[in-house]
């Protein structure tokens, strides 16, 4: 008996979220294939110009967005971001530092805090328990 490797493949919509970028402002052909998993893993390794400049540029998409105003993507949606950003956009926003991420900033620190406590007091009983 002889196995097959079968090509594992996945939807261009899978590989943008596991490359971080925005579907819609990949190259046609990307977004119209489909992408293995030793494609994904080439383009994670040495990434061509065009995924450069989308993830030094944008638009990012919400979890990238999110992540780089330091909030959650809930709190984006409170406040108001429901479109992929850019770089630059990202940017002024930081600058302005509009109410609202304020606000959802200091949330995310609380909820970050709340969980290494958790964390931490797991970790005690643990040792406690052994």
Do not use: C
Not at 35 to 56: F, G, I, K, T, Y
């Amino acid at each position: 008996m002889t196995s097959h490797q079968n090509t594992q493949t996945m939807k261009p919509a899978t590989a943008a979220k596991k490359l971080g970028v925005y579907l819609e402002a990949t190259p046609v052909e990307f977004r119209e294939g489909v992408v293995s998993r030793a494609e994904l893993n080439a383009l994670q390794a040495d990434p061509p110009p065009w995924l450069q400049e989308l993830r030094r540029n944008g638009p990012h998409p919400r979890p990238v967005v999110a992540s780089r105003l330091g909030v959650s993507i809930a709190g984006l949606a409170r406040g108001g971001v429901t479109e992929p950003l850019t770089t630059e956009q990202i940017d002024a926003l930081r600058e302005e530092r509009p109410e609202w991420l304020e606000r959802e900033q200091a949330t995310q620190a609380e909820v970050r805090k709340e969980a290494e406590r958790i964390k931490q007091r797991n970790s005690e009983r643990a040792r406690h328990d052994n």
